[in-house]
């Protein structure tokens, strides 16, 4: 089984490639602010779940990993809330990409508490 058939990291790399595709609006003068910021780490939510995978056998460094990645999924709705005070991104909008990182979250949060059902 790979860490690609897993439900949290199909939701996260979906909301990553949204905000992917919505920060290439945001103005030039963000490309190493807000931009760059969110980018990195709704696309850092797939990547510590990838890593955590491959260490499943271990319960701690798993929990650790799938922890790193509710963290960064915490991020990213830091920075859609900036987004949307700097007027980049409509309340709908928002609105819509902060339901998709709760999902992610309820499913990292699953993982976390059963980490006996990804071994």
Known sequence: MSFKTLLAYKK???????????????PKSEIFGLSS???RSSRSVCSNISEGYRKRQYEKH???????????????QLWLDFALACKYISN???LDLQHKSEEVGKLLN??????DKFR
């Open 110 to 115: 699953y993982m976390m508490n059963n980490p």
């Open 62 to 76: 798993f929990k650790s990993k799938i922890s790193d990645a509710d963290s960064e999924n915490s991020e990213t």
């Open 92 to 94: 709908e909008k928002k």
């Open 12 to 26: 996260g790399f979906s909301l990553a490639m949204d905000i992917f595709h919505l920060a290439k609006d945001f």
């Open 37 to 39: 910021q969110i980018i």
